[in-house]
């Protein structure tokens, strides 16, 4: 895909489709666009929704917050945890009031020097407020370039912030650069979602490399997995006729050049059930009517630094969908998966279901 198609779908799907809400959307007031930012930094929309709507009823301008006693500010803020997120908004509307006479400051090098302010709170004011060409890049944002481009640099490595900001920076449309860091940023809240993306109704469904090549649940690609206690894997036992899809663990993370079925990894418990599941089959891989589908809880299998929960699903396919016909990917006979090496939370799992004779036997 090129930089001038990706804009365009993007665009015409936020002009067209986009109904998300928030009440500081479309906002072109500095001070309510950075008070949302810095409320959203370490909270969900909908917690800090309601935050928002407080500070600015009680403070409705950056000179009436300065003014505030401290000790009245931090009440408000309680319960969003953080403070030093609040301890930093004061300072910056204190400093903006009586350095700047209480205007708020249009250049972004100057927003970027602000208590509290860092690349993505800066990129949000200086594109939202004063039509400045910087790109946004939040985890919303990430997952959408890495999956429609096919990247496969860890968005937490090293070198993450510069490929993903050269690529944004391509891409954002100069005459409304904070429609299209809105709209981006809609579009991996609402369709490119973290585990659960809703690529049939995807308007780049057919240009996006991670479709195509039947890596939506694999990108964006993550290093730092250690820091998660729990982690929620499903597998996906995709069977047709005699064959069963495989794949091989090839990246810096637990079971490493072991195999695997099909994974989806999920933040929380996705709580699957059969309507979830066709919705997920529908979404995903284009598979209409209601193929034969059974869920297995599995046993949880504590490592060093993690405990591995999850799923088994069992689906069998009348075709093999295009997405699953992919390199990486091998559709295997019984006696060939038996010869290949798999983790314990899939041998505890076929040994418990009395898979043996169905998958590794010939």
């Not at 001070?31 to 917690?47: A, M, P």
């Not at 929620?232 to 695997?260: A, C, M, P, S």
């Amino acid at each position: 895909m090129t930089s001038s198609q990706f804009t365009k779908l993007l665009m015409h799907w936020h002009f067209n489709d986009n109904n998300r809400q928030m009440p500081w959307k479309g906002e072109k007031d500095p001070y309510k666009v950075w008070l949302s930012e810095v409320i959203l930094q370490q909270t969900r929309v909908e917690q800090g929704w309601g935050y928002f709507e407080r500070f600015l009823k009680q403070y409705p301008g950056i000179q009436q917050l300065a003014a505030a006693n401290d000790d009245e500010v931090f009440k408000l803020w309680e319960g969003l945890g953080y403070y030093n997120r609040c301890k930093n908004l004061l300072v910056t509307a204190r400093l903006i009031t009586n350095k700047y006479e209480g205007v708020f400051p249009a250049d972004y090098n100057t927003i970027l020097s602000l208590k509290g302010v860092g690349d993505y709170t800066a990129a949000a004011i200086a594109s939202f407020c004063f039509d400045l060409p910087y790109p946004v890049i939040d985890g919303n944002v990430l997952r959408v370039l890495a999956r429609v481009f096919g990247i496969e640099t860890p968005v937490d490595g090293k070198d993450a912030k510069k490929t993903f900001t050269a690529l944004a920076e391509k891409l954002i449309l100069k005459k409304d650069p904070g429609g299209f860091n809105q709209a981006i940023m809609d579009f991996g809240a609402t369709i490119c979602k973290p585990a659960l993306p809703l690529c049939n109704s995807c308007p780049m469904q057919k240009t996006c490399t991670a479709h195509k090549q039947g890596m939506v649940n694999m990108l964006p690609v993550k290093e730092k997995t250690l820091k998660r206690k729990t982690r929620w894997v499903t597998y996906f036992i995709f069977k047709h006729g005699n064959t069963t899809l495989v794949h091989k663990r090839t990246g810096k993370d637990i079971w490493q050049n072991l195999f695997e079925f099909y994974i989806v990894e999920t933040a929380d418990n996705p709580k699957w059930n059969n309507a979830k599941v066709h919705d997920w089959l529908l979404n995903q891989l284009g598979i209409t009517g209601s193929p034969a589908v059974q869920i297995i809880n599995a046993d949880t299998q504590k490592l060093t630094h993690q405990d591995i929960k999850g799923y088994f699903i069992k689906v069998t396919l009348a075709s093999i969908p295009p997405q699953l016909k992919v390199p990486h990917l091998q559709w295997l006979k019984p006696a060939e998966v038996a010869q290949l090496p798999f983790p314990r939370f899939i041998n505890q799992y076929t040994l418990k279901n009395a898979l043996e004779a169905e998958l590794f036997n010939c």
